[in-house]
């Protein structure tokens, strides 16, 4: 056995493993803590306060009586509050009953019923709250695009044409008027490919014609995770020269001849930094969603593309950038609803459902390209994870939401021997789904 060979791929797994359990710990103590902070607010005591499950490695008692602990299983975590029988906050009938009605307000099942929603709402809406104020965060530092198509800065190219610099304000792409970004971009898409493209630009109060390459070259501006590209070692920048030997000159013909290959390898002359060399990629079987809401299937070696230049930039204001944020959470939500009832009617493949083993392989993926790749897949794992509590399944908050929702209108809440029921019923489809997801991790 080669165990030199095997280092690499140990350091690669252990990694993986590593940016799994940070972002899955954020995630969930962002959630508990919702639990946690809005049930004292409405006068319900948290007895444990969980980061992990399983045996107890550290934990202090704060002067509120509540235990803060650290356990071994860093996969969840839960927050038992007085009068619950375990952490999925099934009720402990003997130790509520012995209580006096004040101490029984205290619990989370005899609190007013609008202080038990309300806690158990929190958890995915503390969960949306993360991945805005992160999503809000980027667009204000990384700032957005302007409405003009002006050049920010220039992208690294080997092409030896005459070029565009920063500043410039584009008028007209190949003689079709762009007096915005929007319209800018959709010319450049229903351009044919060629070499060489005219513009007309105002530089410094002048205007002047000139030629420079497709506005859509095969430039990556973002490596995906997992993906072919990504094996293969490929770098946001690269530029793609040829496909199997067949010269490209825009994104449209890597894309167009990724997907004729309809699953083979594909062999890539790749432009980076001044120096040319060669890869084989395998491009992977993908399902998008598309604007409509319906989902396209294509072969994909995980390369994202984006204009000739940097746009020009500002910064957006505090209002705008948090709507920005809920914006892009509420897409995130959109996406993955559509994703999940595409794949129970069968349009697309269940293999898009992802268990812990994908899941980890992306967090690993995302941290190896950066901080900022990172933190953004924190921001998106956060709006999943919420957004999965809030299924009515009985024993996420979800389901607990529809009891309570079932108390309001009968004016009783489910019986125990229900409760036991729905419970066990809910933890069995839980397990089965994960088991459902794992498989695919697997198999797929």
């Not at 690669?12 to 899955?24: C, E, H, K, P, S």
């Not at 630009?201 to 497709?214: D, K, M, N, S, Y």
């Not at 299924?391 to 229900?418: K, N, T």
Request: glycine share 12%.
């Amino acid at each position: 056995m080669d165990i030199v060979g095997l280092v690499p791929q140990f350091g690669g797994a252990v990694w993986t493993i590593i940016a799994f359990i940070v972002a899955l710990s954020i995630v969930v103590a962002v959630h508990e803590y919702g639990h946690y902070i809005v049930g004292r607010w409405s006068g319900i005591h948290a007895e444990v306060f969980s980061l992990g499950m399983g045996p107890v490695i550290a934990s202090r008692v704060d002067r509120r009586g509540t235990r803060w602990q650290i356990a071994a299983l860093p996969f969840g975590g839960y927050v038992r509050f007085l009068g619950d029988a375990d952490a999925a906050s099934s009720r402990a009938a003997v130790t509520v009953h012995q209580l006096n009605a004040q101490e029984r307000a205290r619990t989370m099942h005899g609190a007013p019923l609008w202080a038990r929603s309300a806690t158990v709402a929190a958890g995915p809406l503390f969960n949306f709250a993360l991945s805005i104020a992160v999503f809000c965060g980027f667009f204000m530092v990384q700032g957005v695009a302007t409405d003009q198509p002006v050049v920010g800065a220039m992208k690294p190219l080997p092409y030896q044409t005459q070029m565009l610099e920063p500043g410039d304000r584009i008028l007209s792409v190949n003689g079709q008027a762009t007096p915005d970004l929007e319209t800018f971009v959709a010319v450049a898409q229903a351009l044919p490919s060629s070499a060489t493209v005219a513009y007309g630009v105002e530089r410094q109060g002048r205007t002047i014609e000139l030629t420079g390459p497709h506005p859509l070259p095969p430039v990556a501006d973002g490596v995906q995770a997992p993906s072919g590209a990504q094996a293969a070692g490929m770098k946001a920048g690269d530029v793609v020269l040829s496909v199997n030997d067949a010269p490209i000159v825009s994104f449209a013909d890597l894309r167009e001849k990724v997907g004729a290959s309809e699953g083979a390898p594909v062999r890539l002359s790749i432009w980076r930094e001044g120096e040319t060399f060669d890869a084989t990629l395998t491009p992977r079987r993908m399902d998008l969603p598309l604007a409509d809401g319906g989902f396209e299937t294509r072969w994909l070696i995980g390369l994202s593309g984006g204009l000739l230049f940097e746009p020009e930039t500002r910064i957006p204001g505090p209002i705008e950038a948090i709507g920005m944020g809920v914006e892009q959470t509420y897409t995130i939500i959109r996406t993955s609803l559509s994703g999940l009832w595409h794949m129970v009617t069968g349009a697309i493949s269940s293999c898009n459902l992802q268990g812990p083993i994908g899941i980890a392989e992306v967090s690993g993926a995302a941290a190896s390209q950066g901080a900022g790749s990172f933190i953004w897949f924190i921001a998106m794992l956060s709006t999943a994870v919420g957004l999965m509590n809030l299924f009515p399944v009985p024993i996420l908050d979800g389901g607990h939401l529809v009891f309570h929702a079932y108390e309001a209108v009968v004016g009783r809440p489910p019986s125990d021997r229900a409760l036991r029921i729905l419970m066990t019923g809910g933890l069995a489809l839980l397990l089965a789904l994960m088991l459902f997801a794992v498989s695919n991790d697997l198999m797929c």
